[in-house]
Structure formats: structure tokens, C-alpha cells
């Protein structure tokens, strides 16, 4: 089927190299890692990718009507996970964009004394990007203070396929054992990122690292995070990172396909765990094999929307696995573009949209905001049908518009609390108020109106 033009893409990005980090094979609860200058130059050379392939006028699949030398923040929306890796991915978002939007002396103003002052460092782009934090929004990190999440791991982990899995590996295992200085050699453990972090910055360790252990180890870890972040049933538990991650990309794609909306390049900067998800919901995997397992530093999933000859519009999904180009990959078995229709409802279906939702899929009562519910607010929510999704808290706060009313509805809340008609649980966190909230048109975030208006 023939494009004749990009309307907008989506851009699910994945962070450059990293220190060493932990994760705790049962709760996937993370340490602290930061991104190194590899993972910023990394970053950086897949925002030129970028560049090239969708900002560059020679470029076939260049976006129709962005500017390209100076950033329209009314046409680019960047988000990044501020969660356990969050240091690392939101740095990695910002040396993308110094790629995808480098500095230039055109970056300027002109002052009423006849001086012209060019932006600092040469005229570098300041381009917002908003956090997504775990305490205020599933959407990035959906598997985290996950009960149900958290038994289907110990499911995979107790299962016969993975006891027989861990005997094919115990030779490796115990041969690696020495390069692990102390941590566990079983396969519930992640050991490859130790071994990859100090294969690429140890030159020691490098050098007396046998041949093949390190692609044993991604051999591994592969199968193990597909058996943890992926489900038979497409609404299953598994696939949790990519179906709270979901109606995020349904709504920028809506956002750009609406001609009246002037967004057309969204950048989600994420950790693997969506990818991983996002690919076996859409039967990419079962397509495309090859991209089994975690994607390489630096990595991009694109979803371009297209017009067809017809005027039809429609969806192409592309994947980038590191330095390597873009390759097409097919949704749902198709042998072409898919319709975003079609796109949009298969994946609607199983998209998580809000926190009500993923208190009961959770199983949850307590954290991210599940203790504004009850079991029965929950449940209830779940059944509103096509109606417009709403939130345990926002029920409250959505009702009220002015300020005013607002501040008396959280007086009245507290004073309930008070009374004991609301229990409130005390934690180290803010609680989550709102699970999923659709993106902003770009006159809401910036207010603006016509001249005819005003």
C-alpha cells in the first residue's frame, strides 16, 4: 500500500548506557543508576537518527509541515519515566533532543537597541519535557507495587518450562560464578547486567571474561524478562508494562491525526520493560523473532501515521534495535500498514486507562493512590463502560472546576478523614490522584487563542 506522506510519528525511545544497577528478581524494585557519557553520546546519535529520518525535507518519511531548524513546542510533546531508572531515562531524553533539535546561531531574538542575542551555547533549543513520575501516573512503570504483577513473576518462576530452562543453564551458571563476585548465580537472578555494564567499562574484567559468556548471558536474560514481562492472553498481567503504557500512544496518535491539533512528533522516553510488552501484545514477536528479549541501548519503536493514495490513513511501525537503522515491523499479522482504526481498537481493548483499573488488575488497595477506592468504588468504575474513564480521586476533583471549589472540596475530604468516613494511609510517598490522564491539546498547555477570539 502506497504513502504519500507522514503525518506524525510516535517515538518510544529507550535510554543509552548506564551504571550498574539492581533489580530484585521478585518485586523488579530498582537501584540507583545514573547515564554515562557513552549513554549521552548514544542518545544524542539517535536524536541525528531522527533528525534525518523524519526532520530532514530530502527524507521520504519526512513529517509534513514540522519545523525542523527552530522547535514549535506546539508540535513536539516529550515525556520520560522519572521512576527507579528515571536519572537515567530523563537525561537521555535531553541528549536526544540535543540531537533531534541541535544548537544553531538561528536560535536568536533581536532587541529594541538593535542587538542580537543568540541563545547560549550556540544557540541551544530548550524544549520541554515532562516527568512522568510512578507516585502521580501508572503509565510508565504499570508493573511497580504490583501484587498480581508480582505473583505471575513467582507463576513463571515456579513453572516447569523455567525449572527445566534452569537446569539447561546450570552449566553456564556455575561457570560464570567467578566473574560474579558474590551475587546469586541462579537464573530468577539478573546477573547479565552486571556482567554487560563491567564487559563495556572494566577493562580487566573484559579482558578475562571467557568468549561467549557474555552472549550467553543476554541469551538468558532474554528468555527470563520476556517470561516476566509478557502473558498468553493479551490482557493478562504480564503484559502489564505495555498496557499501562498504551493509551498514552493511542492519544498522541488521535492528537496527531486531528488536523485542527498541530502536534505531530510525540518522544516517550522509557525503560525495556514497555518494549518488551508493546511487542508481544501486537504479535510483533511472533512475526519478527529477532526482537525477543531486551532491545539494545538506544534503541526507538516508531509508529508512523501515514495517508495512503486513498486519503485513508493509516499506521506503519518501524524498530531501531541500537545503531542499527530502522526496520519494519508488522502488527497483528498484517503484511502492510494497518488502518489506525483498527489499530486504535484492537488495542483500546486492552489498554489499562486509569488507576481504578489498575488497583483491580493489580490487585492493589493501598499504593499509588488504590487507598483513595474502596473494593467496591473500584469494581464499579470498572463497569462505566464507553463513557468518559475517570479516577477514584477525580471523582471528587474532576466534579469542580474554580479554585475555590476545589480547595473546598479537599477541606471537606480532610474533615471526613477527621470523622473517620475516610481512612487515609500515611506513606513516604504522595499518593497517586490520578492514574491515566489524557495529553493536553496544545491550547490547553499553552493557553493561546486566535487573533479572531480575542
Known amino acids: 500500500m502506497a504513502s504519500v506522506g507522514t503525518v506524525g510519528v510516535v517515538i518510544l525511545a529507550l535510554y543509552g548506557d548506564r551504571t550498574p544497577y539492581y533489580q530484585n528478581p521478585y518485586t523488579y524494585e530498582q537501584s540507583y543508576t545514573k547515564l554515562t557519557p557513552l549513554g549521552q553520546t548514544q542518545s544524542v546519535q539517535l536524536g541525528s537518527y531522527l533528525r534525518l529520518e523524519y526532520l530532514n525535507p530530502g527524507s521520504p518519511h519526512s513529517i509534513d509541515g514540522i519545523k525542523a531548524e527552530i522547535v514549535d513546542d506546539r508540535q513536539v510533546l516529550v515525556r520520560a519515566d522519572n521512576g527507579g531508572e528515571g536519572g537515567a531515562i530523563v ?46 501516573s501508572i503509565q510508565f512503570e504499570g508493573w511497580s507495587s504490583c501484587p498480581n504483577f508480582e505473583k505471575h513473576i513467582q507463576k513463571f518462576y515456579d513453572s516447569p518450562g523455567f525449572k527445566e530452562k534452569a537446569r539447561e543453564a546450570a552449566p553456564f551458571l556455575n561457570a560464570v560464578k567467578p566473574y560474579l563476585f558474590g551475587i546469586p548465580n541462579t537464573l530468577e537472578n539478573i546477573i547479565y547486567d552486571y556482567i554487560h555494564t563491567n564487559y563495556i567499562h572494566n577493562e580487566t574484567y573484559a579482558f578475562r571474561l571467557p568468549p561467549t559468556f557474555l552472549q ?45 491539533d498541530p502536534l505531530s512528533l510525540v ?31 538506544a534503541s526507538a519503536f516508531a509508529f508512523e501515521l501515514r495517508h495512503n493514495e486513498d486519503g485513508e490513513t493509516h499506521l ?3 524498530f531501531k534495535n541500537g545503531t542499527s537503522g530502522f526496520e519494519t515491523v508488522y502488527l497483528f499479522g498484517h503484511h502492510d500498514d494497518i488502518a489506525l482504526n483498527e489499530f486504535l481498537y484492537r488495542l483500546d481493548l486492552t489498554a489499562v486507562h486509569d488507576t481504578a483499573q489498575w488497583c483491580r488488575e493489580c490487585g492493589q488497595r493501598t499504593a499509588r493512590g488504590c487507598n483513595l477506592c474502596t473494593a467496591g468504588e ?17 471523582r471528587l476533583l474532576g466534579a469542580v472546576t474554580s479554585p475555590f471549589a476545589r480547595i473546598l472540596a479537599i477541606f471537606s475530604l480532610s474533615c471526613f478523614a477527621l470523622l473517620g468516613a475516610v481512612k487515609v494511609f500515611r506513606s513516604s510517598r504522595k499518593p497517586r490522584l490520578t492514574g491515566y490522564d489524557p495529553l493536553p491539546t496544545t491550547a490547553q498547555v499553552f493557553g493561546y487563542h486566535t487573533f479572531e477570539e480575542l
Open 267 to 297: 518522544i516517550q522516553e522509557t525503560s525495556y520493560k514497555p518494549f518488551i510488552s508493546l511487542f508481544n501484545v501486537t504479535g510483533i514477536t511472533e512475526r519478527h523473532p529477532y526482537v525477543d528479549g531486551i532491545p539494545t541501548y
Open 378 to 394: 473500584i469494581s464499579t468504575i470498572q463497569e462505566i463502560g464507553d463513557g468518559e474513564k475517570e479516577t477514584c480521586a477525580g
Open 316 to 318: 506503519r511501525t518501524k
Open 216 to 260: 550467553q548471558a543476554q541469551a538468558w536474560v532474554d528468555y527470563h524478562e520476556h517470561g516476566v514481562f509478557t502473558d498468553v492472553n493479551f490482557e493478562g498481567i504480564g503484559n502489564i508494562a505495555g498496557r499501562t503504557i498504551l493509551p498514552s500512544i493511542i492519544t498522541s496518535l488521535e492528537r496527531i491525526a486531528n488536523k485542527d
Open 91 to 136: 537525561d537521555s531524553a535531553v541528549a536526544l533532543l540535543q540531537g533531534l533539535f541541535p544548537p544553531t546561531p538561528r536560535s536568536r531574538t533581536s532587541l529594541a537597541n538593535g542587538t542580537t542575542v543568540v541563545g547560549p551555547l550556540g544557540g541551544y533549543q530548550y524544549i520541554p519535557i515532562e516527568s512522568v513520575e510512578p507516585e502521580q
